[in-house]
């Protein structure tokens, strides 16, 4: 049995993620409806500078940041959210956190490693206005679970969500490497790669290891940004530009470049010439 969540209506927050951006209407409109429908929401923005339909890149944002927020908090997705002959609208209980997302691949992407509590398909689009887009059927299942609603309101129970096949890490059979694909590039130009700690040191087995890299590959994963600095003799300025590897507050392998400013010196995206999609592997003895 699924245990009900009990939200203070004072404190319902609904998140947004969208690729909307800002330099339209968009954003303002569904900020509008929501608060016409539900004046008490607290509604906080996420991202709206989401990729344009990219799957990989709405999962690991909305991975990154959910858990910040408190329990009983409804998470929006507004990326590739059109219903189709093959794409449900579903709502979800995740970790004590509810989503609203087409059923795309986002959700089973960020479900991979925790089972969702409930899942349903959303069936109240003929309750709505002709005119309804999807946005609305979102918004208005968010204002629901938002003033402590039941998902069984809104829809019908389902038992998995539609598989993704986009981006996965592969293991090779002899579990020699792992090869991952670039999920994300940061404000920084620090690249996120779709390989987790957990993954990582499962395969690992404490053996030596390196990330092929060009012009050299590295060959550690420091346990945070300032652990470049291997020697007290220098500055940390010093360090300044340096390659480095660490695992982020998400749990994903980052490559970075130490301290860059993408609009001056440049990024680890730029200089290394590594963007969306590419291929790190790492390699084990």
Known sequence: MVQRIVINKKMSIITLTTDYGLKDHFVGALKGKILSEFPDA??????????????????????????????????????DAERSADIDHVAMLWNDHFFICADNGILSMLTERLL??????????????????????????????????????????????????DLQPIISKDAQSIKGNVIYIDHFGNIVVNISKKL????????????????????????????????????????EGERLA????????????????????????????????????????
């Open 246 to 285: 660490i695992f982020n507050e998400a749990g994903f392998l980052e490559i970075a470049l130490f301290r860059s400013n993408p609009k001056s010196m440049g990024s680890a995206s730029s200089l290394l010439g590594i963007g969306y999609r590419d291929t790190i592997t790492i390699h084990f003895k």
């Open 200 to 239: 990582f040191l499962e395969i690992s087995k404490g053996r030596e290891y390196e990330i092929e890299l060009k012009p050299k590959p590295l060959k550690t994963i420091l346990p945070n940004f300032q652990a470049v600095a291997i020697s007290d003799k220098f500055p940390i300025k010093y360090y």
């Open 42 to 79: 607290k509604i906080v923005d996420i991202s709206h500078d989401i990729d344009p339909f990219n799957l990989a890149e709405t999962s690991y944002i909305m991975q990154a940041a959910y858990d910040s927020f408190p329990k009983g908090t409804v998470h929006l997705i507004g990326v």
């Open 116 to 165: 969702p509590e409930k899942i349903v398909a959303i069936n109240i689009h003929d309750r709505l206005s002709e005119t309804a887009t999807d946005l609305d059927v979102f918004k208005t299942v968010a204002c629901h679970l938002a003033k402590g609603g039941s998902l069984n309101v809104i829809g019908k129970e389902i038992s998995s969500l539609k598989p993704t096949s």
